[in-house]
């Protein structure tokens, strides 16, 4: 059987059973790479089948697991989503992304002392892996560790100085600690950035409404409603 002839066979589910049978390891990769074809059209069912169908042929396939994964994760299963990310990690342990992943997956689950295990774990083997400090400090945040919310925000932007996320994820955890002056300084910048940044606009908004500013606050807001009507669109 050629990869054109397995590909086209892949597209009918009640082929399965038979391919299962009687294709050998060779085809993994087509089984894969079919997987992601679907993937990318957003058919995450239909591509965990080939997904599961390369793994049964080939059970170390570490990429298989792993996009496994990411389509548990787009359906909301995060439960198989986390079994196979280990089971990713048991295959390569040291790959950085596999645990970043798996932290996102834990943090869905609200289970974010897990979490930040896994981005710490991340940021080990890759110091400058900025979005395992943004997404360790999102867990923070939810935790209430402000301080090392912000520490990790701040890595983040020096890693990236343009990082306007970073900037608003700053200002935001400063608003939580009441600090709406610095705040401010943060949401600022990330508009300075990105004069687009909605999120931004609305949180610079909530600052001067705290701190009785009115005037400005209601400029932010009307910025607000402007960018969601342009969104629409």
């Known amino acids: 059987m050629d990869s054109d002839d397995l590909e086209e066979r892949l597209k009918t589910p009640n082929n399965f059973s038979k391919l299962r049978k009687n294709i050998g390891l060779e085809h993994a990769n087509t089984a894969y790479t079919s997987g ?4 990318e059209q957003g058919k995450y069912k239909e591509a965990i089948k080939c997904y599961d169908l390369a793994i049964e042929l080939n059970p170390k396939f570490l990429e298989s ?4 994964a990411l389509s548990y994760y787009n359906l909301g299963d995060y439960n198989n989503a986390l079994s196979d990310y280990t089971k990713a990690i048991e295959i390569d342990p040291f790959n950085p992304l596999i645990y970043n992943n798996r932290g996102d997956a834990l943090y869905r689950q609200q289970k974010f002392d897990l979490a930040i295990l896994d981005y710490t774990q991340a940021t080990k083997l890759n110091p400058d892996y900025l979005k395992a400090y943004y997404n360790r400090g999102l867990a923070y945040a939810c935790t209430e560790r402000y301080n090392q919310a912000i520490e990790d925000f701040t890595k983040t932007t020096s890693l990236n ?6 900037y608003n994820a700053q200002g935001l955890t400063y608003q939580y600690l009441d600090d709406y002056k610095n705040a401010i300084k943060f949401h600022q910048k990330a508009i300075e950035l990105d004069a687009d940044f909605l999120e931004s606009w609305n949180n610079l ?14 400029g932010c807001f009307e910025k607000v409603i402007s960018l969601a009507k342009k969104n629409d669109k």
């Open 205 to 218: 908004g909530e600052c001067y409404k705290m701190l009785n500013k009115t005037e400005e606050a209601v």
């Open 161 to 166: 100085p343009k990082f306007a996320e970073g």
């Open 65 to 68: 697991y792993f996009n496994r």
């Open 36 to 39: 992601n074809n679907l993937y």
